[in-house]
């Protein structure tokens, strides 16, 4: 968790908005040197793993291969990409809250695919689909600002002179002052 957040804080500040001179990393380095960190700490683990004989690599076929690095390209790759520029674009809080949509999603793939979601699935779908619209909806909608309005009166005419106002007007009979 508090890797996840260190993560969020870096691509907020760190990478550039809508100008690319405004961030220290463009997105595509910063996603590159996170594959090229992962894959430098976990290539330990993998080999233990080959060497030990829990689990065989060369057991995996030229095809089995490509499907597994189509699938990492396009289901992790592309989904980090979009949840970056969705921090960049939005809040981390909303980018992260919109994560949590894939419970409603799988909810619904598991009703069409013959495996039907218990009751307490759905609950749980319908509390985290009403907590991400409470997230996006802006907070001026439930406070009155208590600061008032002042309309205006339209001019009725342009040919009419301006009128001056001023907060102490002295009126006579015999002549008007202003001061």
Known sequence: MVFYAVYITLIRKKLPDDDERSGWFSMAQLLGFLGLFNFFIFLPAALILNFTKRERFNALTLKQLSLVVGKGLLD???????WAKAVLLTTTTVASAGLTIQVLLAAIVDSLSGNKPSFTDFIGAAAVMVGFAGINIPAEVFHRSKETSIELEPVTSFTDPPQIVSDSIRVDSSE???S
């Open 76 to 82: 992790n790759v592309l989904s980090d990409y979009l």
């Open 176 to 178: 008007t002052q202003v």
